[in-house]
């Protein structure tokens, strides 16, 4: 199933997009259907992309008070996965492929070998599908929410970023929207040389995309009022250093994990969209490419080592090492839940999400894990 969005007035593309793309529930009957004893506040859900080639699905997961997951439901999305050249553990060689919009119960997924983009209302652990539109390029990896806005980053062909507007529960294409990255689209191996991520900044007046080794750029877009982007980003090179993931602190910093010299940057970012350096904190791991958020801590997941490195920031944006944490083999994208208590790391080699309470000081304890079917080398975790 696959709508392709022609330029149309909003209400009359809402009402196509309900025929088209929801058969099974509406978005307010999911809602409408919650439970009403309050057995789920206690708890919440993850959510694991498996990114299979034959057929991608997001696999719901009940996250129970002690962190431990059960399953709870397979999604089909409606597209399929992909596999960039040369990647192993990491398919899709970004972060934020699946992405949890907390204020609107909207969860969006990839389809890298569909170039599509599917929308889940999110009801507890169980989803359903509303909608699967064309992500305005090719091999998306990548989704950014902010507000009302959601743009998606497209891999290959240079890679791009395209705009829409969330109207009621579906996506519509902002005009004009999308902007080519101009990277090299011959570079290899792919997963290397694809754009990894694309995320807003806090206030939601920026968009960051990363290039890793092919530029080895931040690039830093101005959000217009429409939102549209700049015709052209601010663009910070990071010579040789492959910034990958993105994250933000509660001041504000951005922090990259970048995979060329394996470390967590710290930066200020200024008005003009120039990053100003604050602190470097190498791994000593290998292949760090992932940083994820936890309260005050910040973990960032290194494939080639199996393992996290825990972070803190302080207000300057120096970084505190907290130690490296084992997990199973070839560690990607991870999440975090219940207000930073626990961490969920997807581990590409089986795929494996391990399950981690966050302790004292930033310490993680394992207390359990869990093997998501057909995900061996997927990307893609979120947490309500």
Not at 74 to 95: E, I, M, N, R, W
Not at 286 to 309: D, E, H, K, M, P
Not at 327 to 345: E, L
Not at 347 to 375: M, N, R
Request: proline residues 4%.
């Amino acid at each position: 199933m696959k709508a392709l969005i022609k330029l149309m007035p909003a209400a009359a593309a809402a009402l196509a997009f309900a025929g088209l793309a929801a058969p099974s529930a509406s978005a307010a009957s999911v809602r409408d259907a919650a439970p009403r004893d309050g057995s789920f506040a206690q708890t919440g859900a993850v959510f694991v992309q498996t990114d299979n080639v034959g057929g991608n699905s997001v696999v719901a997961y009940r996250r129970l008070a002690d962190g431990t997951l059960t399953q709870a439901g397979t999604y089909p999305t409606g597209g399929k996965g992909g596999v960039l050249g040369g990647s192993a553990v990491d398919h899709l060689a970004s972060q934020g492929s699946l992405n949890y919009d907390t204020g609107r119960g909207l969860l969006f997924a990839v389809n890298a070998g569909s170039d599509t983009v599917s929308v889940f209302a999110v009801h507890g652990d169980r989803l359903v599908l509303l909608q699967v539109i064309g992500s305005g390029g090719s091999y998306p990896v990548s989704v950014a929410v902010h507000g009302d806005l959601v743009y998606v980053l497209n891999a290959l062909g240079g890679g791009s970023v395209t705009g829409y507007r969330i109207f009621g529960d579906f996506l519509l294409p902002i005009p004009g929207s999308t902007r080519a990255l101009g990277l090299d689209p011959t570079a290899t191996p792919q997963f290397v040389n694809t754009p990894g991520q694309a995320a807003f900044t806090p206030d939601g007046t920026r968009l960051i995309v990363t290039t890793k080794a092919n530029g080895n750029d931040v690039d830093v877009y101005s959000v217009r009022p429409d939102g549209s982007l700049s015709e052209a980003p601010v663009v910070n090179s990071e010579s040789g250093d492959v910034p990958f993931g993105i994250s933000y602190d509660r001041f504000g910093h951005v922090l990259i994990a970048n995979a060329g010299n394996n470390s967590v940057a710290s930066f200020s970012l200024g008005r003009s969209g120039h990053l100003a350096p604050l602190g470097l904190a190498l791994t000593g791991q290998s292949a760090t490419c992932w940083i994820v958020r936890a309260g005050q801590y910040f973990y960032a997941s290194n494939a080639g080592s199996g393992s996290l490195s825990g972070y803190a920031v302080g207000a300057g944006g120096g970084l505190t090492p907290l130690g490296n944490t084992v997990t199973d083999a070839g560690t990607v994208d991870a999440t975090a839940a219940d207000h930073g208590r626990f961490v969920y790391a997807q581990t590409g080699a089986a795929g494996i999400v391990d399950e981690f309470a966050v302790g004292s000081g930033g310490a993680l304890t394992k207390v359990g894990s869990v093997t998501v079917p057909g995900a061996a080398g997927g990307e893609g975790i979120a947490a309500s």
